[in-house]
């Protein structure tokens, strides 16, 4: 969905190594997701927030942080990149009133 | 906390034939339960939803059916075609907490 995009679509990357990766969206909503997808294992929430103010730890939030820079964008960082944190990453935001996510087209990391 | 399980992991279906997946969820509190479809190096798009005071819902060839009491949810993909081979996801939802299926590839055979 263009209304929601990633950057970059594809890193590699060494272990150690800081990497951010960027979300940005159009959509005007007020909620914003980071998932991480890994085989067999769905999708898994790592960071949401529900406003510039406001951050708050999915389930597998070790190992990562975020920032809310302004409402329309959403950065994810992993301070010391580990092998097992290769991955799909995918954004998400949402209306804060409505019950559907919109997904960016995400963003493969490979950490050697 | 909430518990989605979705089967099969994989499908293969004839062209033309019904696809059905299925999830179960373990919240009795979750109210929204949508469906996405994943594409190859896409993000996941929802495709269909259904509430729980709503036992069915259809949208053309899909359809999704709810039972609270059983606690399971089901998609329907009648006459199926090439471009529906995808990875589908089930989630159960309550509030802002969102539980995803662990996907199920769907391979249409023409």
Known sequence: DADVTQTPRNRITKTGKRIMLECSQTKGHDRMYWYRQDPGLGLRLIYYSFDVKDINKGEISDGYSVSRQAQAKF?????????????????????????????????????? | ???????????????????????????SASNYFPWYKQELGKGPQLIIDIRS?????????????????????????????????????CAASRGQKVTFGIGTKLQVIP
Do not use: M, W
């Open chain 2, 53 to 89: 005071n709503v036992g069915e819902k259809k949208d053309q060839r899909i359809a999704v059916t709810l039972n609270k009491t059983a606690k399971h949810f089901s998609l329907h993909i009648t006459e199926t075609q090439p471009e529906d081979s995808a990875v589908y996801f």
């Open chain 1, 75 to 112: 950065s994810l960082s992993l301070e010391s990149a580990i092998p097992n944190q290769t991955a799909l990453y995918f954004c998400a935001t949402k209306d804060g009133s409505a019950d559907t996510q919109y997904f960016g087209p995400g963003t493969r990391l490979t950490v050697l």
């Open chain 2, 1 to 27: 906390g909430e518990n989605v399980e979705q089967h099969p992991s994989t499908l293969s279906v004839q062209e033309g034939d019904s696809a059905v997946i299925k999830c179960t969820y373990s919240d």
